[in-house]
């Protein structure tokens, strides 16, 4: 899942990191830098106002992302990914070549003090010395070593679902959460880890900030909360004013955590509220994409009209490709046609706003337990569970082999049903507060007088023979019960031989061929018929 906004908070985050480490070379309050020089005053305050919050932020981004990576994969092969990307890299960069930042050091400040070290123990004290920005990913890796070790014991996801329950001032009260995580797990002499603040606040982004609707919730209040952090910002630097800010005396201090925790408020709520687009290239793209994507939708439709054209349209337009780059993304699906369930939804959802039509994106399992994704979409005054993904058809069992089914072949099982229908095989995520889908009265088979309440042989049999005077190409029906379902199952070869015998006497063919589907979990029987085949004698 991922999110743009998460995307270009990081980008503007390790950029502020970047401007921070230029300017501190230049502080006058302390701080210990690679390069022995005098401190220019002027410049520290754009340090007082980003050192309290913003690598806190960061490992709170971090903490979201882990959430939504751990949705698809297990914590043995997360942290195997973790190792390979990053611990391995950032021990190989320290010993090949962060000792020479570590020399350019002892140039500068003596290290050794001109004392005699064998060159091996230079060597180490030079690449420990030249970590740099690397402790941050030693950092990362010990937060996602312990996260993963709290999701064995908490196997029913219950802190998660725990953290979807607060509300705006519980998250403005968790400022004591952080304040008291500054006290514990701090390492002795070498103060950037932080273990026990760093932790809190990837866990507050896995447990708290994964959330969609918390995410929201911020979004709400940024304007707020960037306001009471700008105040905060100048109380704190006003304060601590010519104080080492690094110190961990003044990191534990009340007022540098108060500040630190509605900064980073602040922070994903602006990113949220101004910043969940895709740069300006891709969002052209996407918006040209909808734009053709909408051209012959028919907006004098109703809202059901707008809907099915959707559904049939992102079926038509998009293949199904497990393996498609960005496939968790709207762009895979609405720009480069190849995506997976996530993709397919969040196309649907993409056009339905585009229409102005309430639209939903849900996420949760399949029957099967598999990860999944649709769309809750309102009509009228009710809501309807709709799932593009599985509207699109297989190729169906049948006595023959040799006929294919409809290239333009859709399913509508999971076209606006309710969740009477859709609960048996799709469960949304416990966490999510969703609208009831009780209406059916839009469910496709009973728009097209294809639901069958009662079992009526006659009655199936007159409206295959219609489909057949027709000329079309399957007949479709839908039962009400398992029941019923299993009636026709025993009637469907005398059904079916009586409605080719029809197809032959009505066409004048000697043999026909068709292909039928059953499908027990949706209730539904469907007869592909051919129109071709030897002319009777």
Known sequence: MRKPFLDNLRYGIVLSVAVYHVFYQFNSVGVITNVLIPGIPALDAPLYVLYPWFMAALFMISGIC??????????????????????????????????????????????????????????????????????????????????????????????????SKANFPVICLLVLGMWG??????????????????????????ILFSHEQIQSLLAKWAPCMLAVSGVLAVVYTVHFWGQNYAALNNLKAPLTNLYAWFACLGVLGAGKRWLDKEITGRQTKIKGAGNDFLSDIDRSMDDYGKIKAVFEKCIRQIDYVKDAPENQTLYSGLVNGQTVCAGYARTFQYLMNRLDIPVIY?????????????????CGDNYYNVDVTWGDPVFAEGESGEYNLPDDLIYYDFLCVSDAEFSDTHQADANLPLPACNADDLEYYRQIGRYMDTFDATQILWEMETDIEETKEYSEFKFATDDLMAQVMEARPELLDKASGYLCSYYGLGSVKYTYSEDTATRKLMVFWQYKGEPSE
């Not at 290290?111 to 402790?135: D, E, H, T």
């Not at 950092?139 to 996260?147: G, H, K, P, S």
């Not at 002499?189 to 990837?202: A, H, T």
């Open 66 to 163: 882990a959430r939504y990576s751990l949705e698809k994969q297990t914590g043995k092969q997360y942290l195997k990914g973790k190792v390979r990307r990053q611990l391995i890299p950032s021990i190989a960069i320290i010993f090949l070549i962060g000792w020479s930042t570590g020399w350019v050091t002892d140039q500068y400040a003596n290290i050794f003090g001109g004392g005699q070290v064998p060159g091996f123990a230079k060597y180490l004290v030079w690449c420990m010395s030249g970590i740099g920005v690397l402790w941050f990913l030693h950092e990362l890796l010990l937060c996602e070593v312990v996260l993963v070790l709290i999701r064995k014991l908490d196997k029913k996801d219950w802190l998660w679902q725990l953290g």
């Open 181 to 206: 995580s500054a006290y514990i797990l701090n390492t002795p002499v070498i103060e950037v880890y932080r273990n026990g603040f760093y932790l809190f606040c990837f866990l507050a982004g896995y």
């Open 362 to 378: 849900v996420t949760g399992t399949t029957d099967t337990g598999e990860a999944h994704g649709w769309n809750i979409v309102k």
